[in-house]
């Protein structure tokens, strides 16, 4: 079995920072690419950032500059680091990891987090 667990998010004013948490745990052999996405009410999912095992990184072009992703491959763990945050980046922020279970080799799996809220009020 493997779990994803975000945490941190909450009620916020704009301009404040938040710093999220996904920790990966389990029966896992490698965790390979880890991504944060987001849901606004009533909108579709997105992407808002993917982090390799390498610490490769990339970002949604309204974010580049306030939020950075990092990991700590010792523990299976991404964070986001939201800096001024904005009314917008209201949603449900969700984590997804893609990782090799132990015992395989060849065929990695996606798994998700449940998601945590973050409000941000003007």
């Known amino acids: 079995q493997v779990q994803l667990v975000e945490s941190g998010g909450g009620l916020v004013q704009a301009g404040a920072s938040l710093r999220l948490s996904c920790a990966a745990s389990?029966?896992?052999?490698?965790?390979?690419?880890m991504r944060w996405y987001r849901q606004a009410s009533g909108k579709q999912r997105e992407l808002v950032a993917p982090i390799t095992d390498t610490g490769t990184t990339s970002y949604d072009d309204t974010v580049p500059g306030r939020f950075t992703i990092s990991r700590d491959n010792a523990k299976n763990t991404a964070y986001l680091q939201m800096n001024s945050l904005k009314p917008e980046d209201t949603a449900v922020y969700y984590c997804n990891a893609n990782l090799y279970r132990r015992g395989m080799y060849y065929r990695s799996e996606d798994y998700w987090g449940q998601g945590t809220q973050v409000t941000v009020s003007s």
């Open positions: 389990g029966s896992i052999r490698v965790v390979n690419v």
